[in-house]
T-cell receptor, first 116, second 118 residues
Framework: KAGVTQTPRYLIKTRGQQVTLSCSPI?????VSWYQQTPGQGLQFLFE???????NKGNFPGRFSGRQFSNSRSEMNVSTLELGDSALYLC???????????????FGSGTQLSVL | AQKITQTQPGMFVQEKEAVTLDCTYDTSDPSYGLFWYKQPSSGEMIFLIY??????QNATEGRYSLNFQKARKSANLVISASQLGDSAMYFCAMREGYGSSNTGKLIFGQGTTLQVKP
C-alpha cells in the first residue's frame, strides 16, 4: 500500500508570490491534515479536511487555505508569501479522522518551501 | 491548555545500548492519547507507539516501549538495543478528548535529536 505522497518535494518562491502544495493520502483514508514545521515554532497544525469539507483549523492567517477533492487528495495554498512562511509542510492522513484519541496520523515526507 | 514538553534537545547513545527520551504533558482532559513519532533526515514522520490515558499497561512495539506515569504526566520513550538507523529526531505528541475540535490535530513537543554512535 502506497504511503502519503506529497509534491513537490522542494519549492523556492519569492515574497508576494503564491504557492500550491499537493498531498495524496493513503488509499482508503478520508481525512487529510496539514502541518507546518519550522525550527523556531516546531510542528503546528494548519487544518484538517474530511469529505471535501474543512472540519478543523489551527491558528494561521487567512493566507493559508486548502481544499480536498472527491478522491480525498488535498491541496494547500499560501498566498502573498512572506519570509516567515519558509518551512517544511507536512501532510498526514487517517482513516476516519473522527477525532478519537487513538487515531494515528500517517505522514508524508513533506514539501520544503523556501521563500526568498 | 494542552502542552507537550521535551526537555532534551539532543541525546547520544552507544549502539546496542538502551536510551530513554523524556516527554511530559499537560492536560485537564481525562481522555487523551499520547504518540511518539520518529523523523529521519528524509522528513517523513514515522509513527512508533501509542498510549491511551485509560490503558492499564505500558505500550510496547518491538524495540520501543513507553514508560507511562500518569500521576507525573510523563510518557517517556524507551528504545532498547539502539541501532545506527535510530539516529533521527523524535517527537512526542498528544491528542485530547473526542470530537470535532480534535480531528486531525496533534499537539507536538519540540523534539529530541538522537544520535547513535557506532
Amino acid at each position: 500500500k502506497a504511503g502519503v505522497t506529497q509534491t513537490p518535494r522542494y519549492l523556492i518562491k519569492t515574497r508576494g508570490q503564491q504557492v500550491t502544495l499537493s498531498c495524496s493520502p493513503i488509499s482508503g483514508h478520508r481525512s487529510v491534515s496539514w502541518y507546518q514545521q519550522t525550527p523556531g515554532q516546531g510542528l503546528q497544525f494548519l487544518f484538517e479536511y474530511f469529505s471535501e469539507t474543512q472540519r478543523n483549523k489551527g491558528n494561521f492567517p487567512g493566507r493559508f487555505s486548502g481544499r480536498q477533492f472527491s478522491n480525498s487528495r488535498s491541496e494547500m495554498n499560501v498566498s502573498t508569501l512572506e519570509l516567515g512562511d519558509s518551512a517544511l509542510y507536512l501532510c498526514a492522513s487517517s482513516l476516519e479522522g473522527a477525532g478519537a484519541v487513538n487515531e494515528k496520523l500517517f505522514f508524508g515526507s513533506g514539501t520544503q518551501l523556501s521563500v526568498l | 491548555a494542552q502542552k507537550i514538553t521535551q526537555t532534551q534537545p539532543g541525546m547520544f547513545v552507544q549502539e546496542k545500548e538502551a536510551v530513554t527520551l523524556d516527554c511530559t504533558y499537560d492536560t485537564s482532559d481525562p481522555s487523551y492519547g499520547l504518540f511518539w513519532y520518529k523523523q529521519p533526515s528524509s522528513g517523513e514522520m514515522i509513527f512508533l507507539i501509542y498510549q491511551g490515558s485509560y490503558d492499564q499497561q505500558n505500550a510496547t512495539e518491538g524495540r520501543y516501549s513507553l514508560n507511562f506515569q500518569k500521576a507525573r504526566k510523563s510518557a517517556n520513550l524507551v528504545i532498547s538495543a539502539s541501532q545506527l538507523g535510530d539516529s533521527a529526531m523524535y517527537f512526542c505528541a498528544m491528542r485530547e478528548g473526542y470530537g470535532s475540535s480534535n480531528t486531525g490535530k496533534l499537539i507536538f513537543g519540540q523534539g529530541t535529536t538522537l544520535q547513535v554512535k557506532p
